[in-house]
């Protein structure tokens, strides 16, 4: 009978935990537990009065309270070790850029490189716009561009505002106008390339956003990308507008600022390489290795070729400082300069600032020295890793790079001694941006895997 109605009373309640949640601590007297399971079996039936009964339910309650106690604290105790050995598992896991599958991961991939493939193209494109001095042929500029002449009239009304132009007055006056015709097309292709980019770029990148291909890490990333490059548009704009005001010297021929032309190219160089090494990450989320001691191996390698990327691209930046102060027309033999391994002009500028960015004998010397230091660098990296235990991946791409390197010294020697044809000049600058790919390759390769994969790595590669 007895042990009926404290069943009945069981029901009746909520829930342990519900019941030492009333009170403020697990740590409580005794007498309130007595208090509180008496007076909720008295509501509950107020005619029971048998002191055996109120002994027994009174005990019952004490009984659930302490086995709350020793049960409760190591399922607490647990979930806390779930959460934190999950929290873990979530770190040590790879980052995958791409979520939704392989057949994403691949398309992202491909759009990723064809995007990086497009502004290695427009670097070229631009290239070949400043060799054939097309640059300031347009006068004017529009963010969402416009159509070029189409008629007779029309092409004359651009040649007259060609015509205001300081370029046109001090370098081409004799220009007639199909030679105008030519450098108007290089420039507009050159605007309208880059313009084309930017379509190819935004309806990807909206489609694969509405499909949830691309988690939040991946579209900020591509976002700022994005914003940079319809900044550059702006930028080259800038740069342009430099070469149509009127030189400070009557000697001086116009030609655009060679700090805004270095930030030009720079801009174009930092959205090729976010764009390549993004598009890495995507298509290999974790670096190629076998084995633990391949890893300690690439993890020597990256503290050479991290700063030896760097200073391949302080190299190509200074390459612009030559274009824009023209000074590859300079000094067109190699190794000395004229008839001196310094000439006499070197530091004869003042501020000392301006002399290391405007002086053209200087600026020359300068990208001579980085060039040799660049190459010397990368033969270093290649001697000091013949011996370490690497991927072959590595390996061979420690190899390719030292070959483009050498190559890229030639095209420069071979530009210089040529006075700077269209044909090398622009291979030369589509050199320097190869060397940097390679380096950007080389550096992602050297990545440290994830914990969750080094775990399953053996101490040694196995060899068949």
């Not at 390996?395 to 530009?415: D, E, F």
Request: aromatic share 12%; proline share 5%.
């Amino acid at each position: 009978m007895i042990e009926s109605r404290l069943l009945t009373i069981l029901r009746k309640t909520k829930s342990v935990y519900q019941i030492r949640s009333s009170f403020p601590s697990h740590s409580g007297s005794s007498n309130a537990y007595n208090r509180f399971a008496f007076n909720h079996y008295s509501n509950c039936n107020k005619n029971v009065t048998n002191p055996t009964v109120r002994s027994c339910f009174i005990n019952s309650f004490r009984s659930l309270h302490n086995l709350s106690k020793v049960s409760c604290k190591p399922f607490y105790r647990y979930m806390s070790t779930v959460a934190a050995t999950a929290s873990k598992e979530n770190k040590e896991t790879m980052k995958l850029l791409v979520t939704a599958g392989p057949q994403a991961q691949k398309a992202i991939g491909i759009w990723l490189f064809a995007s990086a493939a497009w502004v290695f193209s427009l670097v070229i494109l631009g290239g070949v716009t400043r060799l054939t001095r097309s640059g300031l042929s347009m006068t004017d500029w529009k963010f969402t561009g416009s159509l070029p002449p189409l008629s007779d009239e029309e092409w004359l009304i651009e040649f007259d505002k060609y015509k205001q132009s300081p370029e046109f007055k001090r370098v081409n006056k004799g220009m007639n106008i199909d030679d105008f015709k030519f450098i108007y097309w290089m420039e507009y292709a050159h605007r309208m390339w880059g313009r084309a980019l930017g379509v190819m770029f935004a309806l990807p990148f909206s489609y694969f956003i509405r499909k949830g291909y691309i988690n939040l890490r991946l579209g900020v990333r591509l976002a700022g990308l994005f914003a940079l490059g319809g900044g550059q548009g702006m930028i080259g704009w800038w740069m342009v507008k430099s070469g149509l005001e009127e030189p400070s010297s009557e000697y001086s021929q116009p030609r655009v600022s060679p700090y805004r032309l270095a930030a030009h190219l720079t801009s174009a160089f930092a959205i090729y390489c976010g764009l390549f090494w993004t598009a890495l990450s995507v298509v290999m989320p974790e670096p190629p290795t076998e084995s633990m001691a391949w890893v300690k191996g690439a993890a020597k390698v990256k503290r050479l070729a991290l700063p030896v990327g760097i200073l391949v691209g302080i190299t190509a930046v200074s390459g612009a400082f030559v274009a824009g102060n023209d000074a590859g027309h300079a000094f067109n033999t190699f190794p000395k300069m004229g008839d001196s391994w310094i000439p006499e002009d070197v530091l004869s500028m003042k501020p000392l600032i301006r002399n290391f960015f405007e002086n053209t004998a200087t600026v020359q010397l300068d990208h001579r020295i980085l060039a040799m230091l660049t190459l010397a660098s990368i033969s270093g990296l290649w001697w000091s890793t013949r011996k370490l235990e690497l991927h072959p991946a590595i390996r061979s791409l420690i190899g390719s790079t030292l070959g483009m390197a050498a190559l890229q010294v030639t095209l420069g020697v071979s530009t210089l001694l040529s006075y700077v044809p269209v044909s090398l000049g622009t291979a030369h600058q589509a050199g320097a941006l190869t060397l940097l790919t390679f380096m950007l390759l080389l550096n992602h390769t050297l990545r440290r895997p994830s914990p969750m994969l080094l775990k399953s790595l053996p101490a040694v590669a196995k060899t068949v």
